[in-house]
């Protein structure tokens, strides 16, 4: 299916464009929830924010790759 | 090249900083300090807790100051290349993080333990395992230290091109557009500034994201189970 998707070509530019700009709808939503729960944490229970911040960034970061494959994909896949 | 200087600014900063260390630290050697401590007891303690915490927090401590130089020398204005957007930096540090916490593992537990330990998470009832295995076997041998990789690439390259491009726009809008687009000019150079500073926030978060992954992926690896 990967090199279906390498083979096809298509009269339509930048439909890489649409692509990534699908790709980054879920990533979008999920660092949205992601804040948010860990602002609302924040706020009701202060003395936590600094563990409730370190797993923050753990989270950005799995969230964040799956946005930045969709940048990184032209790269690898010809 | 911009890695070497990279590399020796690194190691300028840190053996001035080391050489003459005061019990009571001057300026210069108390910001290094807090750099390290923060390193200490945010990433490595934290995650790994103080026993195990205290064998890993040079490779930790390591991994955070170098990807932090190499990335920042994408903004300082002379070397205008970040080392970690070309991919051998981050194939170099994810493949160092990947055998280290391969082999933290196995010398724990032993192979077999070590397979068992991380591919049939305990408490889980035993059909679960037909999807929980594949999935755990592509994660922790392939995606992980392909998810380094790309992270680290892709903010950098991605932070280089936007900072790029906003420049470029002005220098466009401003020497050769029409009139009516004179005035964006100055729009894209406030943006571009605002980029720098993005770029240099990025800088440090993709070098604290890196090691406290590798935080978090060592104390995977070496977690009893409970």
């Given at each position: 299916m990967l090199t279906a998707a390498t083979d096809a070509t298509t009269t339509i530019n930048g439909l890489a464009l649409v692509g990534y700009g699908l790709a980054a709808i879920g990533p979008g939503i999920g660092l949205g929830i992601l804040f948010g729960k860990t602002i609302e944490g924040m706020a009701r229970q202060p003395e936590m924010s600094g563990q409730l911040r370190s797993t923050m960034f753990i989270g950005l970061a799995f969230i964040e790759i799956l946005a930045l494959l969709a940048i990184a994909t032209p790269f690898f896949l010809k | 090249m911009v890695r070497f200087i990279a590399v020796i600014v690194f190691l300028t900063i840190f053996v001035i900083g080391a050489r003459?260390?005061?019990?009571?630290?001057g300026r210069f050697q108390s910001v290094l300090e807090m750099g390290l401590d923060f390193c200490r007891t945010q990433i490595a303690y934290e995650i790994l807790g103080e026993r195990d915490g205290k064998k890993y927090v040079p490779m930790i401590t390591t991994i955070f100051f170098a990807v932090f130089f190499f990335n920042i020398t994408g903004v300082i204005p002379f070397l205008?290349?970040?080392?970690?957007?070309?991919?051998g930096l981050p194939i170099i540090f994810a493949l160092w993080v990947y055998f280290m916490y391969l082999g933290q593992g196995v010398k724990k537990f032993g192979v077999g333990g070590y397979l068992k330990h991380s591919l049939f998470p305990?408490?889980?009832?035993?059909?679960?395992y037909l999807l929980l295995t594949p999935v755990e076997f592509l994660q922790v041998f392939l995606l992980r230290p392909a998810t380094l990789v790309i992270r680290l690439l892709a903010n950098m390259m991605a932070g280089h091109l936007l900072l790029a491009l906003c420049f470029a726009a002005t220098s466009f809008l401003f020497f050769e557009a029409s009139a009516g687009l004179k005035a964006f000019g100055a729009v894209t150079f406030v943006a571009g500034f605002a980029f720098f500073l993005l770029e240099v926030f990025v800088a440090l978060l993709q070098a604290y994201v890196f090691s406290i992954l590798t935080a978090v992926y060592l104390q995977m690896s070496i977690s009893e189970e409970h």
């Amino acid at each position: 299916m990967l090199t279906a998707a390498t083979d096809a070509t298509t009269t339509i530019n930048g439909l890489a464009l649409v692509g990534y700009g699908l790709a980054a709808i879920g990533p979008g939503i999920g660092l949205g929830i992601l804040f948010g729960k860990t602002i609302e944490g924040m706020a009701r229970q202060p003395e936590m924010s600094g563990q409730l911040r370190s797993t923050m960034f753990i989270g950005l970061a799995f969230i964040e790759i799956l946005a930045l494959l969709a940048i990184a994909t032209p790269f690898f896949l010809k | 090249m911009v890695r070497f200087i990279a590399v020796i600014v690194f190691l300028t900063i840190f053996v001035i900083g080391a050489r003459r260390a005061k019990l009571v630290p001057g300026r210069f050697q108390s910001v290094l300090e807090m750099g390290l401590d923060f390193c200490r007891t945010q990433i490595a303690y934290e995650i790994l807790g103080e026993r195990d915490g205290k064998k890993y927090v040079p490779m930790i401590t390591t991994i955070f100051f170098a990807v932090f130089f190499f990335n920042i020398t994408g903004v300082i204005p002379f070397l205008n290349i970040a080392g970690t957007s070309v991919i051998g930096l981050p194939i170099i540090f994810a493949l160092w993080v990947y055998f280290m916490y391969l082999g933290q593992g196995v010398k724990k537990f032993g192979v077999g333990g070590y397979l068992k330990h991380s591919l049939f998470p305990p408490g889980v009832p035993w059909p679960i395992y037909l999807l929980l295995t594949p999935v755990e076997f592509l994660q922790v041998f392939l995606l992980r230290p392909a998810t380094l990789v790309i992270r680290l690439l892709a903010n950098m390259m991605a932070g280089h091109l936007l900072l790029a491009l906003c420049f470029a726009a002005t220098s466009f809008l401003f020497f050769e557009a029409s009139a009516g687009l004179k005035a964006f000019g100055a729009v894209t150079f406030v943006a571009g500034f605002a980029f720098f500073l993005l770029e240099v926030f990025v800088a440090l978060l993709q070098a604290y994201v890196f090691s406290i992954l590798t935080a978090v992926y060592l104390q995977m690896s070496i977690s009893e189970e409970h």
